[in-house]
């Protein structure tokens, strides 16, 4: 089992299969980015490999994020690859939600258990403003899509900021009031490429929650602490909200996961400083045991947590779309 100095188990593996995407959000990447080429990416021959060796060690679920993962060409047939592994208990995917209308059913049959869709407004101009894309329509008519295909649970993320759309936190809970999908609220991380985040913009969760009360009376949900999200249902059993209080109330004592890069390396942390190179590994000769090695190690070494807000916060060098959320 993956154990780390703080006796946290590593339980949950995030791969992004791209650092690529169509939309260019403010708070993830410039508008020129740079992208790692083909060559670069672990082959889904590869992933599937480094995933049953992760799962040998302990893993149970595998989210799948990019960049934008759909972008990538067949991911559903991946999907088909990791669900078929012994011991794998789910897979799942965080996507813009921006092809959903022509894969939702795919993935569906796939295996897909559960999906993730950021949104941060439903007005279409400020849509424009924060991804550099008017793709609104395409977005809602995804989240239609995931419903439809009976990609439970569906999931809308919305990255609340301080005067670009925290006016909207009322009408996301509305939502989730009326739908059948679970709204939740993340607060703004500085993971964008250092031209957006500073404190002042983080609503925290406190305030979040406060204002959704406003909308109508919540109550909270027993939840596995080492899920990010804390949760709430509507008292009057219509929906449910969810708070990433990654900023202001960090869960790092409970923390489970890892992330797998799109170019193979292995991040103990989201806001992690050092990497441990899976793909050299693989691309060596490397046996079973030796990417198990780099699994250990990479555990051996996590930190208790982040220090945002704190003295001797140093942002990662990755912006978000090439770490993969
Ligand atoms: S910041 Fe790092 S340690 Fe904390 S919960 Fe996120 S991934 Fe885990």
Redesign the pocket.
Known sequence: MLVDRFGRRARKLRISVTDRCNFRCVYCMPEEAEFKDRAELLTYEEIERVTRVAVQLGIEKVRLTGGEPLVRRDVERLVERLVSIPGLRAVSMTTNGYFLPAKAAALKRAGLSGINISLDTLDRDRFVLLTRRDYLREVLAGIGAAVAAGLEPVKVNMVVMRGYNDDEVETFAAQARSRALVVRFIEFMPLDNGSVWNESLVVPAHEIIARVQAVAPLEPVEHDKSD?ARRWRFKDGQGEIGVIA?VTE???GH?D?LRLTADGKLRN????LDEYDVRAVLRGGGSDADIAAVFSEAVAN??A??LINREGFVKPERTMHAIGG
């Open positions: 990010p990654s960090p869960f790092c923390c996961r942390c989201l806001f992690a996590k930190w947590g982040h």
